[in-house]
């Protein structure tokens, strides 16, 4: 931090960097960027943290916040009894400064940025990140189903249905209103940004003009997420979820500014980081520029005064903080390591799992009321229906349910498939792939967890990319060989963009069906001679 063991000073970036060198215009213009839609990205992702870390905190290079933990840690460190404590206190002092540095890293997209962003292992690992995330999740809509329930789960099946479900149905054209307060707080853009889904395929939004080639598959994955009808999904439930949750914290204001509010009312607040003042001053505004109206609660922070800007962004941060915990969109909770270029690759597709332990799991287990117990049961309940619609996207029977068996190991499916129990499930596929199925709960069902099924070892521990070459490499020997047979016509296929987004699976299927018979393919490839 500016000084000692941690360097995080801070260099004027971005569109506050002067130009060093003026040249006009059109005498560059092959070489700008004159996509506004990528320009625009570009602006806000560079502006937007340094803007909101500078007023939060009156610099970037967070000094001030290094001395304060420096001196905070030297007050304990004067009171501990023994070398070992101090030892421990100050390895405790360098973990928070570097964790601070590093969140504040991350947030600007800046953290152990490589030494050479343009260098062609990086270029190609965020390729093949982007090709990943659309040759393998075609099919996330309807994993999502599941989310459905997380509304329910945080705020209880009596305030998603009288919050939510009933001012739909009264009030439409108010609840679409209510929208755009939720957009207008910064989520629920995902239709414009696909935000969340990029989150949990770990694909950063890349800037530059680079090849044809990766502009292709940049634009590819930029807009993926329309394609499997992901976007709308998250943009519909964020929304729901947003309109449910302004409207309990709206009323929970009401109370506080009147001296009647509940124990839930301040603890909720609270973890929105909203506090008592706030709270009545939100009140205020809201009973002087919101409305109520069919059931919905709209706030109307457009129109609140001049002088409640600290109020509104307050609202609108804690609105933004509870929506994003009821529709999992991964944040700081993941590991720095996943946040490197090779952690990246090595941890791809599993910021959900770590991030969904987090707001759901232990979530849960704190919030520990009758809310989490019915959307815990309603999550799992959908995640079977997600089982089932993935069995029929993909051409095969529903689960049988003739014998306790294989009840068992459909209840496993859904309790996966829900999303509930974080990077357990990770953590038991690779705990049987490691140990041949004798270990998990592939030994207890007599079935593995299908969504790992088909990973081998390899891809099982260091991630889909592993696979994808897997497949490559199987693609290609079996091309220049006898030896090609339809587990590489299958692996030909999982090379290919889209080829398993839901509604089109089907149309690939037939196409790998007709490929092996009209080659006459066989189903286990020749031995060799």
Do not use: C
């Amino acid at each position: 931090l500016g000084s000692g063991k941690f360097k995080i000073q801070v260099e004027k970036r971005g569109p506050l960097a002067a130009r060093e060198f003026m040249i006009p215009d059109a005498a560059i213009e092959d070489y700008l960027e004159n996509d506004i839609e990528t320009v625009l990205r570009a602006y806000a992702r560079t502006m937007a943290a340094d803007v909101e870390i500078a007023k939060r905190f009156g610099e970037l290079n967070l000094e001030t916040a290094r001395k304060e933990i420096t001196e905070e840690y030297a007050k304990l460190s004067a009171r501990a009894k023994t070398p070992e404590e101090k030892t421990k206190l100050h390895k405790a002092r360098d973990r928070d400064i570097r964790d601070i540095a590093a969140i504040r890293d991350r947030l600007r997209g800046t953290y152990k940025i490589p030494s050479d962003p343009d260098g062609i292992i990086v270029r190609t690992g965020r390729v093949i990140s982007s090709l990943n995330y659309m040759r393998m999740l075609g099919g996330m809509t309807i994993s999502a189903v599941p989310d459905l329930a997380r509304t329910v789960m945080a705020h209880g099946i009596l305030n998603t249905v009288g919050d939510g479900i009933v001012p739909l149905i009264r009030n439409w054209s108010g609840a679409r209103l209510a929208a755009t307060e939720v957009k207008l707080a910064g989520t629920a853009l995902d239709m414009v940004l696909d935000s969340r889904a990029m989150s949990l395929a770990d694909v950063m939004d890349d800037f530059g003009r680079h090849s044809k080639f990766e502009r292709a598959v940049q634009a590819g994955a930029r807009n993926f997420g329309v394609i499997t009808l992901m976007a709308p999904w998250n943009a519909a439930l964020k929304q729901f979820a947003g309109l449910v949750t302004m409207t309990r914290m709206l009323r929970a204001m009401e109370r506080v500014a009147a001296g009647k509010a509940h124990r839930k009312d301040v603890a909720m607040l609270a973890s929105g980081g909203i506090s008592e003042t706030h709270a009545i001053r939100i009140a205020e505004q809201f009973a002087k520029h919101g409305s109520k109206d069919g059931g919905v609660w709209f706030a109307n922070t457009a129109a609140w005064d001049k002088g409640a800007r600290p109020a509104i962004e307050a609202f609108r941060a804690a609105l933004v903080r509870d929506v994003d915990r009821i529709i999992v969109t991964p944040g700081q909770e993941r590991p720095l390591w996943m946040s490197t270029e090779t952690g990246r690759l090595l941890g791809q597709f599993k910021s959900f799992a770590i991030s969904s332990m987090q707001r759901v799991l232990i979530s849960g287990l704190q919030q520990r009321d009758m809310a989490t117990l019915n959307g815990a049961a309603l999550m799992i309940a959908l995640g079977g229906l997600a089982t089932i619609l993935r069995s029929k996207v993909a051409g095969q029977p529903v689960p049988d349910l003739s014998d306790r068996q294989k009840q068992g190991q459909f209840l496993v499916e859904a309790i996966d498939r829900s999303g509930l129990t974080g990077w357990l499930m990770e953590a038991n596929s690779m705990t049987e792939k490691m140990t041949g199925g004798a270990v998990g709960l592939s030994a207890l069902t007599g079935k593995p967890v299908s969504r790992y099924a088909q990973r081998n070892v390899t891809a099982s521990l260091i991630g889909p990319t592993a696979g994808t070459v897997e497949d490559f490499i199987r693609v290609t020997q079996a091309g220049f060989s006898d030896q090609w047979s339809e587990r590489e016509t299958k692996a030909m296929r999982r090379l290919v963009p889209y080829n398993n987004v839901f509604y089109a699976r089907q149309m690939f299927d037939a196409a790998e069906s007709g490929i092996n018979a009209f080659f006459g393919v066989p189903e286990k490839a020749a031995a060799r001679h």
